[in-house]
């Protein structure tokens, strides 16, 4: 009952913490039998509500036998479907036993019930997947051998792709696979259970690999970044996506890094240099705070450098009022959240736990503060007001959002100008670094799209 009930409040919370939440391919999921489940794992606690909250069957999730401190949280997570597991590098002992672990698994498996395993391990922020565990495929292989490959378990393989893991109204894009069929590694399992295993865990990573964001090195994922930020948006009018922004950025991102890869592969000195160029124009933004956001002349409204000064600040001259009701009210639920988050971040130095801890501590903190307010209203004015003052609540709290974003952008333009008026040279020498690095993508991205595929 217990994760029911979560389960409902965190579809809801999900919908509200992310700006933009596409899921692609759920039809892939199946809605009973026996099932693993698995995904990369950028996000800690947010990488399996999320999952969660798309799957209709009920899933009990491998978790780190650490966290199983007490009674209280035994019971707790026991409740929510979780299983404690031991991983070599979390004990010190020389060895450590498992067995009674993938036994509940096997009888889960059994009972034609839904596992989640993370088979990396470990939640790393990287975009990059880590050397898969073999526990995933003894776990499924072991349940089948012990029915004589009857169960008829099947993996289904999970991409989590978030723009920004660590921000409120950031986007998510959750790619589902095709399901791998256990028994199709009979044969082999039954010739060589280990050499099975191993061909069970590669497939799951190929797969994994495909529908995530997968960077080899830090350097690429780097320029990656940086490119997608000067150049993507240019590239997605040039190439017409007719995606969802979460899926759009998803598919920006690999096509970027495939030609990157191409590129260091046929001329790695090109690579290596246009990285220093975009280096040292990041270096030159960073040191001016100022965002390369600011430089953009977007097409569709043929905006100057600078912007339209005058329809900006009417813009935030009359909604002030509208801005000023929603931070009034919403300050202190938004606030107290990202204290609660930095807080935990700073004890555990990990800093995956920011976006699951604010969406939890949000999910509580926000219901109780607008209940709270709401019952305060009712006391001194009645019940129609009170319902006025609640319905207002959230829609002010994002449009504050909303104006405090354009205010920073905004801000950031306004110190352009005053840097241009002291210093043109300055300015004159970012736009030139810019432009030079505009020109050397637009003749890559030629060269690349007429190689033959």
Known sequence: MLYHILRLITILATRIFFKSLKVKNKQNAPKNGALIVISNHPNTFMDPMLIASQLSSPLYFLANASIFVSPFTKWLFTKLHMIPIQRKHDTNKEKFDNKQIFQRCYDHLKNQKAILIFPEGTSIRER???ELKTGTARIALGAEAQNNF????????????YSQPESFR???FINFDEVIIVKDYQKL??????????????DMRKRLETHTIHTYSADEDYLAIQIDKVYGEQLNEDIELSKTES???YLMNKGIIEAIRYFNEKQPERVNNFRKKIERYVNNLERLD??????KNRKKNKKSLFGSSLKDLLFFFFTFPIFFWGWLNNF??????????KSIVKWSEMEEYTAPVMMLTGTIIFPFFYCLKSFIVYWFFGYQIALIYFLSLAPAGFFALYYKTKWQVQRKKWRLWAIFAKRANLVAELLSQRKEIIKELETAKKEYFSTPS
Request: aromatic share 10%.
């Open 170 to 172: 950031s986007e998510v």
């Open 247 to 249: 899926e759009q950025e």
């Open 128 to 130: 990059r997947l880590q």
């Open 332 to 341: 202190i639920p938004y606030w107290f959240p990202q204290r609660v988050a």
């Open 290 to 295: 100022l965002q390369d956001e600011i430089f």
């Open 150 to 161: 009857e169960l008829g378990t099947k993996i289904l393989s999970v991409g989590l792709n």
């Open 189 to 202: 399992y039954e010739e060589n259970p280990e050499n099975a295993i191993k061909k069970l865990t590669e």
